[in-house]
């Protein structure tokens, strides 16, 4: 049985938002929903100290490949879905067959 992990970078903008305050409520927000219903790791990775931009780090492990990466889409169509007032400024995802030692 192998072991694959999916990882994407969202990078989103928050074009309405005014304060390090607001933007931590919506990235919480965010993560939060994205841990509960796909069952993923995601937190803030880079922008914390700017309050329009951040990107959002998300993984996931499978025993497949297509099933982590479609784990990965499924959460990334749900912020496009759920959060329109963001802006997706990228997601870069990547699926990394793991060796394992016997």
Known sequence: MGMNV?????SIRLPDNHSLKGKRQIVH????????RFHVTAAEVDGQGLWQVSTIGVAYVSNRVDHARATIDRAIAYVVENYPDIEILGAQVE??????RD
């Open 95 to 100: 699926v990394f067959p793991v060796l394992q």
């Open 6 to 10: 999916a990882v994407c970078a969202l």
């Open 29 to 36: 927000s965010i993560t939060g929903r994205l841990q509960n």
